[in-house]
């Protein structure tokens, strides 16, 4: 199946250097089921498998996703509780292999969150490394709304965005977190007006696309890992991709252009 083959609910696109996924499921507002799911997780396995120089995570419509599609959850649920565990269990693999793919690309992933993102939609915009949000995005994890507890990473992302006692209070108390106190709590970098949002992204796209691709990698790499590590264990890491990245053209590139006192101008490929 090729890129432009995926299930119409996520399109995956490729324009130079940077590449999209696009949820396009609008009469739902991108509510999540297991087809939307698995083609999301194809996106991702598409990209891991040729990793582009940004990847930017988007909406087709004005939601960028409101979460689990309840409806189909209560449909399955008149026909069994193990039928209802099955589904959720298999879409659940599916959106946690997406988000395991898109933590690891050694690429910025870059999300554009405009109106609603609840649920596991707040779950997959925490998974990209920079998020850009319209004026009018609001988040909301609204698990515990429906009895449940969060999936795609929320509870691994959320503490060490915003801190633990923030975010027991947005898992237990969901309230809608909207554009601006995300920047000021640390989940949006960058709040743009709603008709900016796509021009915004994508010059951020761009900018990002034309810096070094391996210090980026290693940037991405060096912070994720350093999350979960003691600071001897990072100090060590620091060092190695250091002197790793100092071997590099885009090193040389950087040091000529600091001392010439003028822009640098790295390579467009992944060093």
């Known amino acids: 199946m090729s890129e432009h083959e995926q299930a119409s609910t996520v399109r995956l696109e490729r324009e130079g250097s940077i590449a999209f996924i696009t949820l396009d499921r609008p009469a739902s507002r991108n509510s999540l089921d297991l087809?939307?799911?698995r083609a999301?997780?194809?996106a991702a396995r598409a990209l891991a498998a040729e990793p582009p120089r940004v990847a930017v995570l988007r909406s087709s419509s004005a939601h960028f996703m409101v979460g689990g599609d309840v409806r189909r959850f209560d449909s399955l649920l008149e026909q069994s509780q193990a039928a209802c565990a099955e589904e959720i269990g298999q879409l659940i693999d599916a959106v946690h292999e997406t988000v395991t793919l898109l933590t690891r690309l050694p690429c910025p992933v870059l999300g554009?969150?405009?109106?609603?993102?609840?649920?596991?939609?707040?779950?997959l915009a925490m998974a990209c490394d920079l998020l850009v949000a319209a004026e009018d995005a609001r988040f909301v994890l609204a698990y515990s709304a429906i009895g449940t507890t969060p999936d795609g990473g929320a509870s691994w992302h959320l503490p060490r965005r915003v801190g633990l006692q923030r975010a027991?209070?947005?898992?237990?108390?969901?309230?809608?977190?909207?554009?601006?106190?995300a920047k000021?709590?640390?989940?949006?970098a960058e709040v743009v007006p709603v008709a900016q949002l796509a021009e915004a992204g994508l010059a951020l796209a761009r900018r990002l696309a034309e810096g070094p691709a391996?210090?980026?990698a290693g940037i991405k790499r060096l912070l994720r890992e350093g999350l979960d590590t003691d600071l001897a264990t990072a100090l060590d890491a620091e060092k190695a991709s250091f002197l790793a990245m100092s071997a590099t053209p885009d090193f040389a590139e950087g040091v000529r252009a600091f001392c010439e006192r003028r822009p640098a101008n790295?390579?467009?490929?992944?060093g």
Not at 184 to 188: H, P
């Open 35 to 37: 087809p939307m799911g």
């Open 40 to 42: 999301l997780r194809d």
């Open 112 to 123: 554009l969150v405009g109106g609603s993102a609840a649920g596991f939609g707040m779950s």
């Open 168 to 181: 027991l209070a947005i898992a237990l108390l969901n309230p809608q977190v909207d554009a601006a106190q």
């Open 184 to 188: 000021e709590i640390g989940l949006a």
């Open 214 to 216: 391996a210090a980026q």
């Open 266 to 270: 790295f390579g467009r490929t992944p």
